[in-house]
């Protein structure tokens, strides 16, 4: 491993151009209100709240109803059409499975909602969940592979279940979708909270989950031999590249956040069957054999607990095959980590901001920090460039959400944002400057 601090870093930005280089558009004025409870919360966004598919982009998120809203538009800058979809509103009530009343419904904003679309057309949704039982739907008919065959109503929708075509999944937290265009997975957490949870990897294919069950689909256990005996993964990124699934995560050995450890780095050549350490060792068979927190080799940069290091980042992998991953360090910094694909090292330096990867044009690669596009540097030394900046005000009430599927459509990126009850996307191009 080789430690490469970035002196000067920080961020000597030109000015942004008087045109702004982003343009907005308005989804719905139907937004779940913040103070919807006395405590209130950032209840939107999930992962894949955004999604290009052939040509049109997908949102979902809650509304003012306390169900799912699901909108589409046709690319460039269509306008939106918004379906809320009956048959479930979030509530106190009802089977909040093995969570109880830290999963009462309107808890602290975990339940966001993840949108995912499958190679086949087919739209999926999981939401409303905290240790809680699984809310899975899905569109009865490849209604993205032809959009403007389908006029837009819920009737598109089918009913929420609690299972993948198998058993009652419970204890669900954190879903969320991946595709590489022929592919499609969903992640989960299962099994426990934070501290005490198991990581597991579901396929679909051709209409159906063909990894549906929690015994088939499970790649990380909980159990090790340090601390009070339990982890939980908390994954900085799943990235599909040219085949290769790459996943990175830190440990947490208790819900207290100043316990997570360790930068680690696991990866599939076979759709998530078997999966490697960074040096290219086996390290589990799914459903069989589990990475651990014992697993030789499983951190790819040892950080100890106690320290700023948090669960938050993300990760990209570029065009050559070199991952990337932005987390909060440990003094509470942005620490930037690569590893290289040749020879499986891993180096690190210093980062000016936070954000979520955004893989642009050959190898260059951005960073989107709520409304701000910051461009990376080809030379490790030079500065962030700060491309385009949208107003605050636009995400003022929720987590922002982005578009990971798009810059490959049209070389744009989208995110989106609440203020209130208005959802805005914001396009940003991603035009690289010299």
């Not at 699901?70 to 499975?97: C, M, N, T």
């Not at 993205?144 to 609690?162: C, I």
């Not at 930037?336 to 180096?347: C, G, I, L, N, V």
């Amino acid at each position: 491993m080789i430690f490469r601090p970035l002196a000067a870093l920080l961020l000597a930005l030109p000015a942004l151009a008087a045109e702004p280089n982003f343009r907005v558009s308005t989804v719905a004025d139907n937004g779940m209100p913040k103070n919807i409870v006395a405590k209130g919360a950032s209840w939107n966004f999930g992962p894949g709240s955004l999604w290009t598919h052939k040509s049109w982009q997908y949102a979902a998120y809650w509304d003012d109803q306390r169900q799912v809203s699901v909108a589409r538009r046709e690319l460039p800058s269509g306008d939106w059409s918004v379906i809320s979809l009956p048959g479930y509103k979030r509530s106190e009530k009802g089977d909040r499975g093995k969570g109880g009343k830290i999963s009462r419904g309107f808890g602290d904003g975990h339940e966001k909602v993840s949108l995912g679309i499958s190679p086949d057309g087919v739209i999926h949704l999981s939401f409303d969940h905290h240790l809680s039982t699984l809310r899975y739907r899905s569109s009865k008919l490849p209604v993205a592979n032809d959009p403007s065959s389908h006029p837009w109503t819920s009737d598109l929708f089918g009913p929420v279940e609690d299972n993948l075509g198998g058993p009652k999944i419970t204890s669900v937290t954190y879903p969320s979708f991946t595709s590489d265009g022929s592919r499609f997975f969903l992640y989960l957490r299962l099994g426990g909270g934070s501290g005490s949870a198991n990581s597991h990897l579901f396929n679909y294919r051709a209409g159906k989950w063909t990894i549906n069950t929690e015994a088939e689909s499970k790649i990380i256990d909980l159990n090790w031999s340090g601390g009070d005996g339990t982890v939980n993964a908390y994954p900085f990124g799943l990235v599909i590249h040219q085949g290769r699934i790459h996943l990175s995560w830190c440990w947490r050995d208790t819900p207290d956040s100043s316990t997570c450890h360790d930068l680690c780095y696991a990866y599939s050549d076979d759709g998530g069957s078997t999966w490697k350490s960074s040096d290219g060792n086996l390290v589990a068979k799914r459903g069989k054999t589990f990475i651990t927190a014992d697993t030789p080799g499983i951190s790819a940069w040892p950080i100890p607990a106690g320290t700023k290091y948090i669960n938050g980042g993300s990760m990209s992998v570029d065009h050559s095959g070199r991952v990337h991953v932005l987390v909060r360090g440990e003094n509470g910094d942005p620490a930037y980590f690569q590893r290289d694909p040749k020879s499986a090292e891993w180096t690190r330096s210093k980062a000016p901001v936070q954000g979520s990867f955004v893989r642009g044009k050959a190898n260059t690669l951005f960073v989107l920090n709520d409304g701000t596009l910051y461009q990376l540097p080809s030379a490790p030394s030079a500065p962030w460039r700060k491309i385009a900046t949208a107003p605050e005000s636009l995400f003022r009430n929720c987590k922002p959400g982005r578009d990971d599927y798009r810059p490959a459509h049209d070389a744009w990126v989208s995110t989106i944002g609440q203020q209130g009850k208005k959802i805005s996307v914001v396009d940003f191009p991603l035009n690289p400057v010299e």
